[in-house]
């Protein structure tokens, strides 16, 4: 690799560093060994091809340009993080990857259709993800708990929401979610 190219990969991985709170490499190496994956296995869950999954580990390539499966990394983050606290089974893993796979991502503002109850409203848990997944497209949960942090002093309220939905868990949130509803 030249020095030209090795600048173009050192900026890459900086500008995945600012968008995804890490270079994509390390955070999708971490996804394949929580969750028990290879490669292309990883690669058919988010719906990237294997090559596409390659360039952005090496930094050949900066940004998914695909919001769906910036949503589908999200999914798979937190999925790991329940693999890892031992709420969720490497069975039930496996049963949410294949969830994941299909899911074609959305956003909170448009009705995607998919419900998991069928009365037609999304559940707690999705409208949470949904939070959850716009916080996280905009900003690094270390950039959105040094935010919370300057908020704390004069909205804490504020700033509690935005270290449960923009860098806990999706349980804590849930949980945020109901305990405020009216």
């Known amino acids: ?9 050192a900026r890459a991985r900086e500008l995945q560093r600012s968008w995804y709170g890490e270079p994509l490499g390390a955070l999708f190496r971490r996804l394949i060994e929580d969750l028990g994956l ?5 690669a058919g869950v988010l719906g990237l091809s294997a ?4 360039q952005l580990m090496s930094g050949q390539r900066a940004k998914i340009g695909n919001p769906a499966v910036v949503q589908r990394v999200q999914l ?3 999925l790991a993080g329940q693999v890892s ?3 969720v089974s490497a069975a039930e893993a496996t049963e949410r990857m294949d969830e994941i796979r299909k899911s074609q991502g959305g956003s909170v503002l448009t009705n995607t259709g998919q419900t998991a109850s069928g009365s037609g409203a ?11 997944s716009l916080l996280r497209s905009v900003s690094a949960a270390g950039d959105i708990i ?3 942090d300057s908020l704390a002093p004069t909205h804490p309220e504020l700033a509690e929401f935005l270290r449960v939905y923009g860098a806990g868990r999706t349980s804590d949130a849930v949980a945020h979610y109901q305990a405020h509803q009216s």
């Open 1 to 9: 690799m030249d020095a030209a190219q090795q600048e173009a990969t």
């Open 122 to 132: 999304p559940t707690v848990k999705r409208v949470v993800r949904e939070i959850q």
């Open 51 to 54: 090559p596409m999954l390659s």
């Open 85 to 87: 606290d031992g709420s």
């Open 38 to 42: 290879n490669q292309a296995r990883l």
């Open 146 to 148: 040094e935010a919370a």
């Open 76 to 78: 798979l983050q937190d």
